[in-house]
């Protein structure tokens, strides 16, 4: 008798799954992005652009944005035991070579206690600061900066 119920169980699982690992072909056909374009539409080309020449600290669009890298950062190593970016922007660094200085939250740890080094958590500085390019908006937006940075 167990043997029956685990083998008509086996063949439960194995119906359900299928029809979930295998949907129809025009189910397939009918899926959307999130932006509303048909999936099968191309994505935009990866490298496809350029990044903006140097220039001076971007102006920021909302309170707490990070600042945007205002120059090329191509081949730019950062990894667990380096830090291209430190080269420049280090407290012991930014006066010789202009470049902004690593603000003090980088310094603390989610509990808010100080550290005398950047925070694991914002080591990797390309996960929030970015550099600009050429690149077009993927959808039309009207945003608007923050009242007080007008």
């Known amino acids: ?29 009918t899926v959307k992005s999130i932006r509303g374009a048909d999936v099968a539409e191309p994505e ?10 140097d220039q001076a600290p971007i102006d920021r669009e909302y309170v707490q944005q990070p600042p945007l890298i205002p120059h090329k950062v191509e081949g730019y190593e950062v990894t667990m035991n380096f830090n291209k970016c430190m080269d420049c922007h280090a407290w012991s660094r930014y006066k010789e070579t202009n470049a902004t200085k690593v ?9 808010g206690g100080e550290l005398s080094n950047i925070s694991p958590r914002r080591y990797f500085c390309m996960q929030c600061h970015v550099p600009q390019t050429d690149a077009k908006p993927l959808v039309g937006n009207s945003f608007q900066r923050a009242e007080g940075l007008r």
Do not use: E, W
Request: aromatic share 6%; hydrophobic share 45%.
């Open 1 to 29: 008798m167990k043997k029956i119920t685990r083998n008509l169980v086996l063949a439960l699982v194995a119906a359900v799954g299928f029809g979930t690992v295998m949907p129809s072909v025009a189910t397939a056909q």
């Open 44 to 53: 935009p080309q990866v490298g496809h652009f350029r990044q903006l020449p």
């Open 103 to 111: 603000s003090l939250t980088h310094f603390k740890d989610r509990d």
